[in-house]
């Protein structure tokens, strides 16, 4: 047998992250005020829910974000539409939790409509650590709507 080239990884699975994943589609009517997290998710919190999570994105931002679990669900839920609003989601996005359950947090990815990622996570903005906050359901969330390109009607003669 020859020698490993030099980088090479020991073991294939070692360049997989095996951390547990799920994505959610953003729409503004269902999740702004709480995210459900899927049902067959939960097994990956070992038989505790936490009561609370970090959610951070790829610019090393973070949120600290409550866990409530009702009879409906496990939902994310203090924190979240705080997490809504900074992150200025719009309809269709499509957001990738990976939680890794070493620190009880969610790195979350997001791509537009276009299926590219949001160009926003790898920014070099200041770290921005948000303090626990208390919301309501009440409060409102301004929800950058999509720019879309909007033809006016034409008039035929």
Do not use: C
Not at 55 to 71: C, F, N, P, S, Y
Not at 78 to 92: D, H, I, P, T
Not at 139 to 144: A, K, M, S, T
């Amino acid at each position: 047998m020859g020698k490993r080239g030099r980088g090479r990884p020991s073991k294939v699975s070692s360049i997989f992250n095996q951390d547990p994943e799920f994505f959610e589609i953003f729409l503004p009517n269902r999740i702004s005020h709480q995210l459900r997290i899927p049902p067959d998710f939960i097994k990956h919190f070992d038989k505790k829910i936490p009561g609370a999570v970090i959610l951070k994105d790829l610019a090393g931002r973070i949120w600290h974000v409550d866990i409530k679990q009702t009879e409906t669900g496990v939902f994310l839920k203090n924190g979240w539409m705080r997490f809504v609003n900074e992150k200025r989601l719009e309809l269709g996005q499509v957001m990738v939790f990976r939680y890794d359950t070493s620190s009880t947090s969610f790195t979350v990815r997001i791509f537009g409509r276009n299926a590219i990622k949001d160009e926003d996570q790898d920014s070099k903005k200041p770290f921005n650590s948000v303090k626990k906050e208390q919301e309501s359901v009440a409060d409102p969330i301004p929800i950058r709507k999509s720019k879309r390109n909007r033809r006016k009607p034409q008039k035929y003669a």
